[in-house]
């Protein structure tokens, strides 16, 4: 995840000298003389490529905005260097202080020490505290998502929308694309933070399963979900038409068609599948994709599939 949010979302060249092959998590409690404990949530630190030193990089977690945050970035960079400097007189390794946010008002908070002071004037300025940090706002980034095998980039598409449906159909698409063991309990962390986070936090009581096989926890929060977003469009209270839930469906599952079957097949998927106007039945094509031997049967299925919804009839048959 650290690697991830280093390398997709940060500027490319405050990372680009960084070894993430050689990162440490650090312990984050720090003391201060009088007694008083004060710590970043996260701490690692980082090699550089090709010369000796490193780097801290410190992450603190937001769910709400903090008007002095940057006061806080600079205690706590002082506070990890009072502690270098309890246990070692080698020189302190430069910081890289990360704000990753995730609430309901977007984040406003000075990104500078600075632009929480008074005026200095020109003689007083060489001697003012001055420290920058990044802010990662979760659910509202716009940027580009990072290719290739990328957590925190699949955090932020689930935190991109409140539907539970759309969320189900991605998160099945996640698992899809990280089938391996040693990844569930990233997954169930994700599950974790929806039913306790993201969920609640567009007022969605939806109770997440929380199962020892993850999978299934996900094909039961599919068709929760299902339920769910029917109910929160009668309400109001998912937006987007129909038209484009059923667009965010079809992303999924041509994403997935790509990593089974390549892309050459996705691509006439997508394609077939942009006639198709009801985003259940891009559902119903996620669960023949897990089904299918070959490219050539799933797009055998979906073209059936076009031809029933052309002629207003029901599925396909399995």
């Known amino acids: 995840m650290v690697r991830g949010l280093l390398t997709g979302f940060l500027p490319s060249e405050s990372v680009s000298d960084l070894n993430l092959s050689a990162m440490t998590r650090q312990s984050e409690g720090q003391v201060t003389d009088d007694g008083r404990e004060r710590h970043p949530d996260r701490v690692w630190e980082?090699?550089?490529?090709?010369?000796?030193?490193?780097?801290?990089?410190?992450?603190?977690?937001?769910?709400t905005v903090d008007r002095a945050m940057a006061v806080r970035v600079l205690v706590y960079t002082a506070m990890l260097y009072q502690d270098r400097l309890r246990r070692s007189s080698a020189e302190l390794p430069p910081v890289l202080p990360i704000v990753m946010y995730y609430g309901a008002g977007e984040w406003k908070a000075e990104g500078e020490v600075a632009g929480l002071c008074a005026a200095p004037g020109?003689?007083?300025?060489?001697y003012q505290p001055s420290q920058r940090h990044c802010v990662l706002d979760v659910g509202r980034y716009t940027g580009p998502l990072p290719g290739g095998r990328n957590w925190m980039a699949e955090l932020v598409r689930l935190a991109r929308t409140p539907d539970p449906e759309v969320v189900a159909a991605e998160l099945r698409d996640i698992s899809a694309r990280w089938p391996e063991p040693k990844y569930d309990s990233l997954l169930k962390a994700i599950l974790a933070w929806l039913g306790q986070v993201h969920f609640p936090m567009h007022r969605i009581e939806m109770e997440v399963p929380n199962l020892a096989n993850v999978r299934e926890a996900i094909t039961m929060l599919q068709q929760v979900g299902m339920?769910?977003?029917a109910k929160?469009?009668?309400?109001?209270?998912?937006?987007?038409?129909t038209e484009g839930r059923a667009e965010g469906q079809v992303e999924v599952v041509r994403r997935m068609a790509a990593r089974k079957f390549g892309a050459e097949t996705a691509e006439r998927l997508a394609e077939r599948l942009a006639e198709v106007a009801d985003p259940e039945r891009a559902v119903e094509v996620g669960d023949w994709l897990l089904d299918c031997e070959s490219g050539e049967e799933l797009l055998a299925r979906v073209e059936g599939l076009c031809e029933s919804s052309a002629n207003g009839e029901g599925a396909a048959p399995g």
């Open 122 to 126: 020109a003689p007083r300025a060489p």
């Open 46 to 63: 980082v090699g550089l490529r090709g010369v000796p030193g490193s780097v801290l990089v410190t992450i603190e977690f937001q769910s």
């Open 232 to 241: 929160l469009r009668d309400e109001g209270r998912v937006e987007g038409r």
């Open 227 to 229: 339920d769910w977003s």
